[in-house]
């Protein structure tokens, strides 16, 4: 089975430019999820859909990022424009729901540098 | 404080040595608890779900203490492979996922 899929691998910008990210999860995975992991940090929790509706955003800093899953299955996250503080790694993971269990399967990131 | 914390690293054990790692929530409403292992460069991966029973899975066992709001990993027997680091995740009642800051594991020859 094919996991989550997130390009690019790594991504080097200077600061107030902007940047696109971009996550295909695992085939039927109906919710879908953005993290930011900074360095020596868990991943921390940015936004998260069920198909293409929205159930978290309240960590997302709406002044900069911007993610959607217009058709329920790929989603992008965007920041615009980019600080330094956003160098981190952002991971996209995919979960499904069965017998009252739920497991996140995470995809193998894209590495931000922000100069 | 934190919602999840754990024990601050480094862990440097030998080969062979058994290894225990905390992890304290403050929420007493969450709902369900992981252990998830992260190798360098790479995304996590679930090692085991905890139950409140207690839960093993070869070398590896959880446990979680409600009262105490803490669940922790113990390794036994580590080895080479099981360097890593170690994140403890969280689920509260709205289904969020919470994580640690993780516990870095370094096992030597």
């Known amino acids: 089975e094919a996991g989550v899929a997130q390009s690019p691998r790594y991504k080097i910008i200077e600061k107030r430019q902007s940047v696109a990210f971009w996550c295909n999860p695992i085939s039927g995975h109906a919710t879908l999820y953005w993290y930011q992991q900074i360095l020596g940090q868990g991943p921390k929790l940015l936004i998260q859909?069920?198909?293409?509706?929205?159930?978290?955003d309240s960590q997302l800093p709406k002044d900069r990022f911007s993610a959607e899953r217009l058709k329920g299955v790929d989603s992008t996250l965007k920041i615009q424009p980019a600080k330094l503080e956003d160098s981190a790694v952002y991971l996209c993971?995919?979960?499904?729901?069965?017998?009252?269990?739920?497991?996140?399967?995470f995809g193998p990131g894209t590495r931000l540098l922000v100069l | 404080r934190k919602e999840v914390e754990q024990d601050p690293g480094p862990f440097n054990v030998p080969e062979g040595a058994t290894v225990a790692f905390n992890c304290t929530y403050s929420?007493?409403?969450?709902?369900?608890f992981f252990w998830y292992r992260q190798d360098c460069r790479k995304e996590p991966k679930l090692l085991m779900s905890?139950?409140?029973s207690g839960n093993e899975d070869g070398r590896f066992t959880a446990q979680l203490n409600r009262a105490s709001q803490y669940i922790s990993l113990l390794i036994r027997d580590s080895k080479l492979s099981d360097s890593a680091t170690y994140l403890c995740?969280?689920?509260?009642?709205?289904?969020?996922?919470?994580f640690g800051q993780g516990t870095e594991l370094s096992v030597k020859p």
């Open positions: 859909f069920q198909n293409n509706g929205v159930v978290d």
């Open positions: 993971a995919s979960s499904l729901r069965l017998a009252g269990q739920e497991t996140q399967y």
């Open positions: 929420n007493s409403a969450s709902q369900s």
């Open positions: 905890v139950y409140s």
């Open positions: 995740a969280v689920r509260n009642q709205g289904g969020k996922l919470i």
